[in-house]
């Protein structure tokens, strides 16, 4: 090609009209070549985008004349050279649509084309003037999280979620998809199975309840998790000749299965109460198992991480010490690893609270913590911002008068224990959310009488920072509650009311209210 040209081309020592260049842009130098051969125009450097300019091919050499250099000054506009003039157009990008521009401007490289107020331009939940809700982000820009929030009764009677032919139904999980809610129950129709049922953030149901197994086998449904796609959950049955082990599934937004049931453990004796966590790239199983217990050695604390396509990744990981008899586990992550609470039956079956910390790959990263206090039963964990709580209550034959909890540094030393509860002759079962800087927890006392629901948000050192809120008002017991946020700030409270002798699973919520409304 290079030949023909240079054969097209006449002489060369005489410079064309304008001035000629020797690179797209630049005017010619000393020691840049003279000129630049062409067939056409295409062929010729163009004027830079923001520089007026014609480049022309002339006898097969390019010529470029530069014009007016196109700078209005304002770092917010994209400025160019159209058909011979300036032209400066707005460059500001709103890329989650919420209206507000994104902030920063051309030399801020994390906000490029900014120049807007949108303290988060990925969130269409963040913008200035957006509405304060109960999230644990900074909806409206202002530098305040959560300010002037809290939650509120949402004045909706609760829904009852478990179906007309289930003979009696407890609370298993709750989880939020960013539209609904996803609910998992135990359901004994002829048995006992695991059920899932989809709720809108309003508390009606959608769809029809699905069961959870492919194998219909004595299930106890297990906790929910959403990875953002889909629903994790774990659940002990007893398909292996009533030997109850721990089988993994995962189910779309309506519940619907999307692998061959998973299965977890294949131990001697029981594995039991899995709870379910979701790291942003693996799931997280951690349960009590009771494989060694026949060849003398303790029961113990188990994990395994699982892919999110539905694969086992390395094998069943003892979390707990050898020797030590560990059950009832609860397990929460935070930004450094997962917390593990259980509890640990030493000399004459006397129970203690342990704690201990694992890193993401569940390699146990902290001696186990021993948390001072008689009889302490189901342990729940929440992960703080620089700390971990575990809330428990007490039960040594008769159930203790309040929900008790300690706070665990992520140096694993305990800086408080205290009762969080008061007023009541007896106090069980508890379920919380972390909001990083606070908790809400949702628990179960009788001081109506009967087992009735409340709520309260409690700070990093376990003081209350809301009033006590009831959910339930019922005749007969509420119990077992377990919580999921949905992305407006309200929260959801999948329980179990006893009824008559006919347990039934319900949701409830509770709305996030202006605390200057209320005022
Ligand atoms: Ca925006
Ligand atoms: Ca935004
Ligand atoms: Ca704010
Ligand atoms: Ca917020």
Redesign the pocket.
Known sequence: MSGFLIGACGARSELPGGQTVGAAGTQGVAGAPPFVECLTVVDCPAPPPDQCGAAACIDGSCSLQLGQICDDGDPCTADSCQTGGCVFTDARV?????????SGNVGDPKAPLGC?T?CD?AS?RV?PGGAEVCDAIDNDCDGAIDEDTQLVPSGVAPTLVSPPEAERSWSGGLAFDGESFGASMTSVIGRMQGQFQQIDRFGKLVGAPQRIARVNAEAYAGPLVWSGERYLTAYQDARQDGNYEIYFDLLNRKGQRLIEDLRVTNADDFSLRPSVLWTGAEGLLIWDDRRFERSGDASGIFGQRVSIDGQLVGGNLRLSPPGVRAENASAALSDSGVGVAFVALEAGDAPRLKFMTTSRALEPSSALTDIPFEDPDAPVVTALQDSYVVTFHQDSGVIGPAIYGVVIGKNGLVRAAQSMTAGAPHARGNATYSYGDRFVMVWADDRDGVYQLYAQTFDSKLSPITPRLQLTSGKTNTLGPTVAAASDGGLGVLYTDEGAGKPRTFFTRLECGSTLQLK
Request: hydrophobic share 35%; glycine share 22%.
């Open positions: 709103d890329a989650d649509g919420d209206g507000a521009f994104a807007g949108d331009d269409p913008f």
